[in-house]
């Protein structure tokens, strides 16, 4: 049932440098954009919900 030559993703170790490297770019974007602001924030829920609505809409007339 398990095949130990085929090892799986969940058993490799994660590789440090590659957890470093996507620290680093997060924090290079952070210092030079800066937190996302309050209407960025409304922006992004209002899309979410419009698509969902948009979806539900497609479900009931189809």
């Known amino acids: ?7 799986n993703q969940f058993n490799r170790l994660p590789d440090p440098d590659a957890a470093k490297a996507k620290f680093d770019v997060n ?11 309050f209407w960025s924030e409304v922006s ?3 899309i979410a919900v419009g ?10 007339i189809f």
């Open 1 to 7: 049932m398990f095949d130990n030559n085929n090892p």
């Open 27 to 37: 924090q290079r974007k952070l210092h030079t954009e800066g937190s996302p602001g």
């Open 44 to 46: 992004n829920l209002l």
């Open 51 to 60: 698509i969902i609505a948009a979806i539900i809409i497609l479900i009931k």
